[in-house]
């Protein structure tokens, strides 16, 4: 089994191998007592959610804060209250869910006596996905539980491309802006103390770096993108295509060596998500077949087909306009397709092909 996170973002027991953002720890733990919303941007593959996740939880004591995460979902205005809901204590009111929210977060508050914390990841998802309807609702009921003044703060993590987004949730909330954090790209220097970081504390096996300087060099090399940044997550899915392929020509409970050989056998990342998606969309065409589904060979692949443009972006359908966009000879259940779909979320194969 690889050591290495792959796509899962870094959580608050991996505090011995988050490495390089001690400074943004730093930055956000002090914005988060500077106002009650902080609004946290970058781009894709910055760490975002793993600061929050790891760096800012490992900042307090179990009894300073209560994370409540959330994720829009179908529709934020209900994920919220059920987000909120799955931590009382005294019973859950059957009515909960259509309390105003400030007085959802005071109940949540008296349960457990700790100031409560509203984490919204991948924020902008309520622009992709969400009706000016549901915009508004939102910011109407984040507004009222800041002028209400409880133990709340609020968190919105957001891909700086959909900061623009925010201007009509600016005009409800004048304030949205003042409170805010960039998270830059992390600089060569950086990335080779996270490589380092990482192998060292690699579970069994253990992992080796020969010739330190020149693998690092090279790996990092080979993870830039044309505009020559490295993105954290393509950086998880790297070393863990490094550890499998070494791990391959290596007796078992044997150190795992990373070299320049390896490195360069492995070679761009490019090709290590190619073979990674090949690999990924298998294993889903075995998980629809044993759903009851015929013919999968290469139904993955035309689902996300579906989803991209002729410029190669993605385009937002709604599950039935892909059923009806997809081959007449594909016979796939809407509830087949809706797991496809958050396998693709989970994986993140729709991002990649932005």
């Known amino acids: 089994m690889s050591p290495f996170k792959f796509l899962d973002a870094y959580d608050k027991e991996d505090q011995d191998r988050f490495f390089g953002r001690e400074k943004e720890t730093a930055q956000l733990y002090n914005a988060v007592f500077a106002s009650n919303l902080t609004l946290l941007y970058g781009g894709s593959g910055t760490g975002k959610t793993s600061l929050v996740n790891c760096g800012l939880a490992n900042k307090f004591y179990p009894s300073d804060w209560l994370p409540v995460f959330v994720r829009r979902e179908s529709n934020i205005n209900l994920s919220l209250p059920k987000a909120i809901e799955q931590y009382l204590e005294r019973g859950r009111p059957s009515d909960f869910t259509e309390w105003p929210l400030p007085d959802q977060v005071q109940r949540l508050y ?129 070393m863990d295509r490094l550890y499998r392929t070494r791990q391959a020509n290596t007796v078992s409970g044997q150190t795992i060596v990373f070299d320049p050989v390896l490195v360069e056998q ?78 693709f979320q989970r994986l993140r194969l729709l991002r990649r092909l932005e």
């Open 266 to 343: 492995v070679g761009r990342i490019d090709n290590v998500l190619g073979t990674f998606l090949e690999e990924q969309m298998t294993l889903l065409e075995d998980k629809l077949s044993e759903k009851g589904v015929k013919q999968v060979k290469g139904l993955p692949l035309e689902i996300l087909y579906t989803l991209v443009t002729d410029n190669g972006t993605k385009q937002q359908m709604e599950p039935t306009g892909i059923q009806e966009s997809l081959p007449r000879n594909r016979n796939l259940s809407y509830e087949q397709l809706t797991y496809c779909l958050e396998e």
């Open 110 to 238: 008296l349960d457990h006596y700790r100031p409560v914390y509203l984490i919204f990841d991948q924020f902008e998802e309520l622009f992709i996905l969400g009706s000016q309807t549901e915009q508004q609702e939102f910011y109407r009921s984040i507004a009222q539980l800041l002028k209400a003044g409880l133990q709340a703060k609020i968190i919105l993590i957001v891909r700086e491309e959909w900061i623009a987004h925010l201007n009509e949730f600016e005009k409800v909330l004048p304030t949205l802006f003042d409170n805010r954090l960039r998270i830059e790209q992390m600089n060569d220097r950086n990335i080779a103390r996270v490589i380092s970081g990482m192998t060292r504390q690699a579970d069994h096996p253990t992992i080796k770096i020969e010739d330190p300087q020149t693998t690092i060099s090279q790996i990092i090399s080979n993870l830039r993108d044309k505009h020559h940044r490295v993105d954290l997550t393509n950086l998880q899915v790297y």
